[in-house]
């Protein structure tokens, strides 16, 4: 026997969680591809305006300047290539409702009601004390009536 069965609300919880971590780890996945990219174009365009604006270095060294800026166009294109893939994974996250419109959306006999049922103690049995006998009727304890208030002194 399962002392602890899953619970149509613990369900939907580890649901929603899942996917909001997957939306998260997909959005801090996009942001670096985002900054790899950016990080990329920017010294690829610093070292290729470095390149041709010396004049005075030579043809090798233009061409040294120019082949060094490949290595940042390389990791702007592979920060590009995540941003695609991560739009991509991001379009493939199936949604999940916030908790209570799951819960909101479940039939009638999948939702856990507690004190639905009839007490198996009495009126008399609820209402006993717990150290002195008990003086006052039940019907008295009941009503809010039957408390004395200031115009009745």
């Known amino acids: 026997m399962n002392r602890n069965p899953i619970r149509p609300a613990n369900l939907a919880a580890r649901r929603r969680r899942a996917y909001l ?4 780890g997909v959005s801090v996945f996009g942001v670096f ?3 790899l990219l950016i990080v990329g174009l920017v010294l690829a365009l610093i070292l290729v305006s470095a390149a041709f604006q010396n004049a005075g270095i030579s043809v090798a060294g233009t061409v040294c300047f120019a082949l060094l800026a490949l290595l940042p ?3 702007a ?6 941003v695609v893939e991560c739009r991509r ?6 949604y999940v409702p916030p908790v209570r419109d ?3 959306a479940l039939p009638q006999h999948a939702i856990l009601l507690r004190g639905s049922e009839q007490p198996t103690a009495t009126a ?12 006052t ?3 008295q304890l009941l009503r809010a009536s039957a408390m004395p208030t200031s115009r009745q002194k």
């Open 21 to 24: 971590e997957r939306v998260v």
């Open 124 to 135: 008399d049995e609820l209402l006993r004390a717990t150290k002195e006998p008990n003086e």
């Open 137 to 139: 009727p039940s019907e």
């Open 89 to 94: 994974m991001a379009e493939s996250i199936i």
């Open 102 to 104: 799951q819960i909101a």
């Open 77 to 82: 294109v592979y920060g590009g290539f995540k």
């Open 33 to 35: 591809g985002h900054g």
């Open 73 to 75: 166009a390389a990791l």
